[in-house]
């Protein structure tokens, strides 16, 4: 059995790849060539812990794995990490176990390149200028998905906490060597970006509609429950919807499911899954000026095709 670490996947994983191998999986989920029930989430509340357990498996990739995460916000009084992510692949015709790969690289790589495939579909071609805010674990890979598929100028980053925004203003520069602003808040960031990733912990939105220029593409891929959401209603119900899986979505992302409840937009108002635009069932961006929204809750397709793709390079290497 392969045994790798987050330092191992680090090594073997590049973001242009990694795109390639998520749109082929969205791809295959959108023809009926994968199994991916939707993902259990068991509470342990004794210790305020929740276990999130994603199987899938993707018939054109030859991909069978599961991802097990778990969440322990009270770790960090134990200096103890707070999310543990590991990634189980099998064999899919005998069941054998033939890896197991420390996930939480992984796991920003396949966020940050499902975010690479929606930009390529609903951003603008000449988008130049990224926003992200939130600089936090996922922003890195954010960021370098989203200057994969778009040639990006300038990026502006806002956090809330301002050691965090400079760590990753200087980490950015030094990575990427592009132009990277640390601004002071999220409006002096996101006014006049062609593109904004939203990547926080936040439970109420940080977007203001009236910051927004037309023709902006937003990928939000923070607010993970239904009670959280980073986009404020305006922006949900003048934005073409994209999102990685309906029913996904709608058990799951806040800021679909918050304007719903509210009456602001109806189910309807999602105008497509990310699979629908890979195989041109529908149209991405159709116009210079129209909003574009990506909302991701994250899908177990992108950790099997991803961990089936760095057990495919390793084996080549040994
Ligand atoms: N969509 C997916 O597939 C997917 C995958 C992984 C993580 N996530 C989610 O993405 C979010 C970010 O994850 P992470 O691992 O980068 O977390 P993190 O804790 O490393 O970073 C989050 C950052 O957001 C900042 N922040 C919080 N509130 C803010 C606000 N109001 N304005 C600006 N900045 C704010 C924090 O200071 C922190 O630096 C989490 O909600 C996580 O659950 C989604």
Same mark, same amino acid.
């Given at each position: 059995? =392969?045994?790798?670490?987050?330092? /191992? $996947? @680090? &090594? ?11 749109? !082929? ?50 770790? *960090? ?37 499902? +975010? ?14 990224? *926003? #992200?805010?939130?600089?936090? %674990?996922?922003? &890195?890979?954010?960021?370098?998905? $989203? ?26 520069? @030094? ?12 409006? !002096? ?7 904004? $990733? ?28 239904? /009670?959280?959401?980073?986009? /404020?209603?305006?922006? %949900?119900?003048?934005?073409?919807? %994209? %999102?990685?899986?309906?029913? *996904? ?10 304007? =719903? ?5 109806? &189910? ?6 990310? +699979?629908?635009? #890979?195989? &041109? ?5 159709? +116009?210079?000026? !129209? ?28």
């Amino acid at each position: 059995m =392969i045994l790798l670490s987050d330092r /191992d $996947v @680090e &090594r073997i994983l590049d973001m242009k790849e990694c795109i390639e191998v998520v749109e !082929e999986a969205f791809k295959n989920l959108g023809l009926g060539n994968a199994i991916m029930p939707l993902r259990t989430t068991m509470p342990i509340e004794e210790f305020n812990g929740v276990v999130l357990i994603m199987p899938s498996y993707i018939k054109g990739l030859n991909a069978l794995a599961t991802k097990i995460v778990t969440f322990y916000p009270d770790n *960090a009084k134990l200096k103890l990490p707070i999310v543990n992510a590991y990634v189980i692949v099998n064999n899919p015709k005998t069941g054998v176990v033939e890896a197991i790969i420390e996930a939480n690289h992984l796991t920003a790589m396949r966020t940050g390149a499902v +975010s690479g495939v929606a930009t390529k579909y609903l951003a603008r071609e000449d988008a130049d200028t990224l *926003a #992200i805010i939130g600089c936090g %674990v996922q922003a &890195r890979t954010q960021l370098w998905a $989203v200057i994969t598929v778009r040639n990006i100028r300038e990026i502006r980053a806002y956090d809330i906490d301002r050691k965090r925004r400079e760590e990753f203003v200087r980490e950015a520069r @030094e990575r990427f060597q592009l132009k990277v602003i640390s601004t002071e808040n999220v409006k !002096e960031a996101i006014e006049g970006a062609d593109i904004i $990733v939203t990547a926080t912990t936040s439970s109420t939105p940080v977007i203001n509609y009236e910051w927004i220029k037309p023709g902006t593409h937003i990928n939000a891929i923070g607010a993970f429950r239904p /009670d959280m959401r980073e986009i /404020d209603g305006k922006t %949900v119900l003048n934005a073409k919807i %994209v %999102v990685d899986l309906r029913e *996904a979505a709608l058990k799951e992302a806040g800021d679909i499911i918050i304007p =719903i409840q509210e009456k602001l937009i109806s &189910r309807d108002h999602i105008y497509a899954e990310l +699979s629908e635009l #890979i195989l &041109r069932k529908k149209p991405g961006r159709v +116009s210079e000026s !129209e909003i574009t929204l990506f909302k991701s809750v994250g899908l177990a397709i992108q950790d099997s095709s991803v961990a089936n793709h760095i057990l495919n390079k390793v084996r080549k290497q040994l």
